[in-house]
């Protein structure tokens, strides 16, 4: 079989996250200020794949159910208690084998490039530490806004306070809830040769694109930069649950905190999910629009994003998105060619 064939018979989803894991790990060679040995490199990689693993449980979890199902049904089957239907497929080791590879082949390639972005964010994360702008995004949400949105919302001058208040919990769940949720998307289109393709790259692209941005613009978020400095803001007067997930989140970035501030994957991702979805079936929009609402407005009154990584973050959720389909239509063989 020649590496012709190989390329030919890889889906475009495929082909684009090899390119993609090939790129961001020269990222990371160029980046790092000690290159790595290649045991070093090992570890690293290790240790991506194990975050990797974390940010998609909520596709491994669903994946890990669905594979338990299809393999007690087929023992069903095996031993007569199921009747096998006509035409399906034959009951067997073979039919499970067969599944297995299915589900973990695109996990395979998620892990890859997800991976590979890990270690080239930790490349630049380590290179940029000595120009950090935290102070620039901070002053560019006070000329835009006249105030830190981040504080004003927790503030008496927002007339929306006692709703905001009201639905800090549900803000929290559906901000923290993102990374379930691109992991259910994921199993659950991923039969779809029409939008799982396009949904893949426009996640990766986020990442690509973002990369360039956190080297030009690396900022902590006010979370880390601001708020952990002080805590004595006059007027500042969050609920409980802010407090407490803003302190939580402190404390797990305090080693590194991270610089991938500008612009918001939240928001990118969020508009993929939303936009695919409604691709799918446009009655998902009442659930999936409410959601993306409070998951947006979570990245600021949460104190994790800035303003203005929200307003980059849209129309960079488009440009993704447009790319995506785009480069799923271009990678795809002429037999499984995609269009969205």
Known sequence: MTVKTIWYKLKAEEKFLLFFSFATLVTFYFSSRVPAKLYDFFLLEVDAFTVSFSFFQGAVILAAVYFIYFYLKRLLELTGVLAVKKGGEPVGMRSLAKKAFGLARPFFFLFLGFSSLVIALSGVTADVQGRLVSGTLLNWDENIFGAYPFIWLHTASDPLKPLFDFLAPLIIICFQGLSLLIGATLIFFAPNKKIYPAFVISFFMTMGMGLV????????????????????????????????????????????????????????????????????????????????????????????????????????????IMTGKMLAGRLASKKTEVSV
């Open 213 to 320: 941005f956190w080297w030009a613009v690396p900022a902590n978020s006010p979370n880390n930069y601001y708020l952990s400095t002080d805590r004595s803001i006059p007027g500042y007067v969050p609920g409980r649950p802010v407090l407490v997930f803003e302190e939580d989140v402190r404390e797990h970035q305090k080693k590194i905190p991270p610089i991938s501030t500008f612009p918001s994957s939240h928001v990118n991702w969020g508009m993929q999910i939303v936009y695919f979805w409604a691709v799918y079936n446009r009655k998902t929009l009442f659930i999936s629009v409410p959601w993306f609402l409070l998951m947006a407005l979570g990245t600021v009154y949460l104190a994790q994003h800035y303003a203005v990584d929200v307003l980059l973050g849209i129309p960079l959720g488009v440009v993704s």
